[in-house]
């Protein structure tokens, strides 16, 4: 009987397993290709206006934007839209393609939102990600946004970090908001480091930068050019504070060196840009 019982209970679990995961091979997935994106200029705005230059008289692309600033969906798109007012938006897109086959899941994120400011000597373009560039997707991604800046002489990533994902080494414990840290690639050099050095702490081992910041920091160190420096703002806790928004301020002094400087008549209001901003559909205290 009892033997009986054991092979009747190994069926049924089986049959369950069948239920829950299909006849398939998980080694499937690692044959398809990842997502591909390509860049897309559209010159015009409205009633056929071009974006052009105050300064230089010119019409505004992105091969002539001298530097480009990716804020990550949060704080970071928080801070430039409270503190960038001479942002115009452009109709440019960087769009999954569509006749190549995307990964299963996650699914390819959407085209960030493009800004240009030329208020400065040169263009700066300014990228808002519309949330989470998946690690899959991110190195094609990078690659992509890249292409489509081949003049950039400088890239900035501006994004965060948890602080409950923030690792310790023994005797240290963990920093608090407002706290910016970041990495920078070797290209940069110590008269322009010496700007922030003193502001803007090292990323400190054991913790490590993945997905979008760590695709593009490689991938322009491996090109040895453009700089590239990627700052991460801690987060504490699952939504966005204000203090998360202002440790960006550090970066201003760096921001300013490329043309982006920030409007003070008056004080920022990170509190009213917070509250503009719609929190990605897939947010999670859990995650």
């Given at each position: 009987?009892?033997?009986?019982?054991?092979?009747?209970?190994?069926?049924?679990?089986?049959?369950?397993?069948?239920?829950?995961?299909?006849?398939?091979?998980?080694?499937?997935?690692?044959?398809?290709?990842?997502?591909?994106?390509?860049?897309?200029?559209?010159?015009?705005?409205?009633?056929?206006?071009?974006?052009?230059?105050?300064?230089?008289?010119?019409?505004?692309?992105?091969?002539?934007?001298?530097?480009?600033?990716?804020?990550?969906?949060?704080?970071?798109?928080?801070?430039?839209?409270?503190?960038?007012?001479?942002?115009?938006?452009?109709?440019?897109?960087?769009?999954?393609?569509?006749?190549?086959?995307?990964?299963?899941?996650?699914?390819?994120?959407?085209?960030?939102?493009f800004f240009v400011s030329?208020?400065?000597?040169?263009?700066?373009?300014?990228?808002?990600?519309?949330?989470?560039?998946?690690?899959?997707?991110?190195?094609?991604?990078?690659?992509?946004?890249?292409?489509?800046?081949?003049?950039?002489?400088?890239?900035?990533?501006?994004d965060r970090i948890f602080?409950?994902?923030?690792?310790?080494?023994?005797?240290?414990?963990?920093?608090?908001?407002?706290?910016?840290?970041?990495?920078?690639?070797?290209?940069?050099?110590?008269?322009?480091?010496?700007?922030?050095?003193?502001?803007?702490?090292?990323?400190?081992?054991?913790?490590?930068?993945?997905?979008?910041?760590?695709?593009?920091?490689?991938?322009?160190?491996?090109?040895?050019?453009?700089?590239?420096?990627?700052?991460?703002?801690?987060?504490?806790?699952?939504?966005?504070?204000?203090?998360?928004?202002?440790?960006?301020?550090?970066?201003?002094?760096?921001?300013?060196?490329?043309?982006?400087?920030?409007?003070?008549?008056?004080?920022?209001?990170?509190?009213?840009?917070?509250?503009?901003?719609?929190?990605?559909?897939?947010?999670?205290?859990?995650?």
């Amino acid at each position: 009987v009892g033997g009986c019982v054991k092979r009747r209970s190994a069926s049924m679990i089986h049959g369950l397993l069948d239920q829950l995961q299909p006849d398939a091979s998980d080694d499937e997935d690692e044959d398809l290709p990842h997502a591909t994106f390509s860049f897309t200029n559209v010159d015009t705005i409205g009633n056929n206006q071009q974006v052009t230059s105050a300064r230089a008289g010119q019409a505004v692309a992105p091969s002539n934007c001298r530097s480009l600033v990716i804020c990550g969906s949060g704080a970071a798109t928080a801070f430039a839209l409270s503190t960038l007012p001479s942002l115009v938006s452009v109709p440019w897109s960087l769009d999954h393609e569509q006749e190549t086959p995307s990964v299963r899941f996650p699914a390819p994120p959407k085209s960030p939102r493009f800004f240009v400011s030329h208020e400065g000597p040169e263009a700066v373009a300014v990228a808002m990600l519309e949330g989470n560039v998946p690690a899959e997707c991110s190195n094609n991604f990078a690659e992509a946004l890249l292409r489509g800046f081949c003049n950039a002489s400088d890239v900035l990533f501006l994004d965060r970090i948890f602080r409950a994902g923030w690792r310790v080494s023994p005797g240290h414990e963990r920093p608090l908001e407002p706290h910016l840290c970041g990495l920078w690639n070797s290209a940069w050099d110590a008269a322009a480091l010496a700007k922030i050095d003193n502001t803007i702490a090292q990323l400190p081992a054991p913790n490590s930068l993945d997905g979008l910041g760590a695709a593009l920091l490689t991938l322009c160190e491996a090109a040895g050019s453009p700089r590239c420096f990627t700052a991460l703002s801690l987060q504490d806790g699952a939504h966005v504070g204000v203090g998360c928004v202002r440790a960006f301020e550090q970066l201003q002094p760096l921001l300013d060196g490329i043309g982006l400087t920030a409007d003070g008549r008056q004080p920022a209001n990170y509190s009213e840009a917070l509250r503009k901003l719609v929190p990605p559909s897939s947010m999670s205290i859990y995650a």
